[in-house]
């Protein structure tokens, strides 16, 4: 049995005084040195003249393990060596981060199939002349001003109060349900980085130790959050347009006119916008943009002349002014969304609100987006750590942007752009994985 790489010796050529072996848990048995070899040692820790661990040499950031490592021999598992422990368990937490991302696509592609199916039938009922029917309760009626303030879970839990009995929105509210229960499985506290973080401040807690560390959660994982909160603000602005177009058609004496109030609507609109910004995310923070002055002209829609809302018109009307610059910076990022900036800027012009059009464009996108991650063609890293793939033979032979971020991707004659690199680990696991 070759237990040395290097020199090709066998067990019983070693000399277990100068060259200690180490025995992994599938029995075969390599010298230390080819071990430490075979395991990258070199490029997590500094070690001395003589083989020994002196200090450590990174900080074992997310994906900074190659591949998960294994037996050379059998391909066996290591993770029983704790010699070896940091630099397995760095591999393992990089495998479920990149499951994680896989699963997150495809349970978020179908909630905005579903989203868009709501929207196109709802188009198609506002569409028709019929007037549907506002499903409110005769016992919940009242001759005060019915009154749409506080949270937005506020605002569509007394909208479902007031129309228990409409069938219309049993679809859409039970996708909102789903939306909300799918952005608390993606947060990153319920994410293989955010879990560990948790566990190693607990950790420090109990020994006293007063160290601040921060969290590695990178950049992948946050995407699919702010994804999801983007469809959940979109839900919700739904069903308030909905509901308020047909209060507003029916406003009379024995149907009170409605006052809103969707103030902490647009604060959430600039928080998105100002993490989605931070976290190279352009096509997002546009959404943000839109959805602020959306909210703006739904509430302007409905409130007295002269009030306070005309003077947040010029902040509506900067915040699409900040979108369509999106829009003409990362044109790849924010596909389609321009269009729906120009139908907003109607809406705020005319103090009128409607159902947005159907988004080809942006659909097409999103079907893109599922079969980027079908693990097709090979896999690659953007400058600020974004997946894409390259397919036909996997090379990259033009330039493009970065789907996520606009940064230079792709390359000339296989060769890449600056600071792109080969995500051999993410392909690896999910070269192929059938969606």
């Not at 002196?54 to 598992?77: D, I, Q, W």
């Not at 007037?131 to 949270?151: D, I, R």
Request: charged share 25%; net charge negative.
């Amino acid at each position: 049995m070759v237990v040395d790489f290097i020199l090709s010796s066998t067990f019983e050529e070693a000399n277990l005084d100068e060259d200690p072996c180490i025995i992994p848990p599938c029995g075969h048995i390599l010298t230390l040195e080819s071990m430490d070899g075979h395991m990258s040692m070199s490029n997590f820790y500094t070690m001395n003249t003589e083989g020994s661990i002196v200090g450590l040499r990174n900080s074992a950031e997310p994906f900074s393990a190659s591949e998960m490592k294994s037996c050379p021999t059998c391909r066996g598992p290591l993770r029983g060596l704790n010699r070896y422990g940091r630099i397995v368990r760095r591999a393992l937490i990089d495998e479920a981060t990149k499951k994680f991302i896989v699963w997150a696509n495809i349970g978020f592609i179908p909630l905005v199939t579903r989203m868009q199916a709501i929207e196109a039938e709802l188009r198609e009922t506002a569409g028709s002349g019929k007037k549907a029917p506002s499903g409110v309760s005769p016992e919940t009626l009242s001759s005060e001003p019915l009154q749409l303030k506080g949270t937005r879970d506020q605002q569509i839990s007394q909208i479902g109060t007031l129309t228990r009995k409409e069938n219309r929105y049993k679809t859409i509210t039970q996708l909102r349900r789903e939306i909300k229960k799918f952005l608390q499985q993606v947060n990153e506290k319920e994410q293989p980085f955010g879990r560990i973080f948790d566990l190693v401040q607990d950790a420090r807690r109990h020994r006293g130790i007063d160290v601040d560390i921060h969290s590695k959660v990178d950049i992948l994982q946050v995407r699919n959050r702010l994804l999801t909160t983007v469809l959940l603000i979109r839900c919700d602005y739904t069903i308030l347009l909905t509901f308020l177009n047909n209060r507003k058609g029916e406003t009379s004496e024995s149907s009170p006119s409605v006052k809103v109030d969707l103030s902490i609507n647009r604060k959430e609109c600039e928080e998105l916008i100002a993490e989605s910004h931070s976290k190279n995310q352009p096509g997002i923070t546009a959404e943000g943009h839109l959805y602020w002055a959306r909210y703006l002209a739904l509430e302007r829609g409905l409130a007295e002349p002269g009030s306070e809302l005309t003077q947040l018109l010029d902040e509506g009307r900067g915040h699409l002014q900040l979108a369509h610059e999106m829009c003409d910076k990362h044109p790849n990022q924010t596909v389609g969304i321009r269009n729906e900036v120009e139908d907003v800027e109607k809406m705020l012009r005319d103090s009128t609100f409607y159902m947005p059009v159907s988004n080809e464009e942006k659909a097409a996108v999103y079907a893109a987006m599922a079969h980027d991650f079908r693990g097709t063609g090979h896999w690659y890293y953007c400058e600020n750590g974004h997946p894409f793939t390259v397919g036909e033979c996997g090379m990259p032979m033009e330039t493009s942007q970065c789907p996520q971020c606009g940064s230079p991707v792709g390359g000339r004659d296989h060769q890449s752009v600056g600071g792109v690199r080969l995500a051999e680990d993410m392909e690896r696991q999910f070269g192929r994985v059938q969606i």
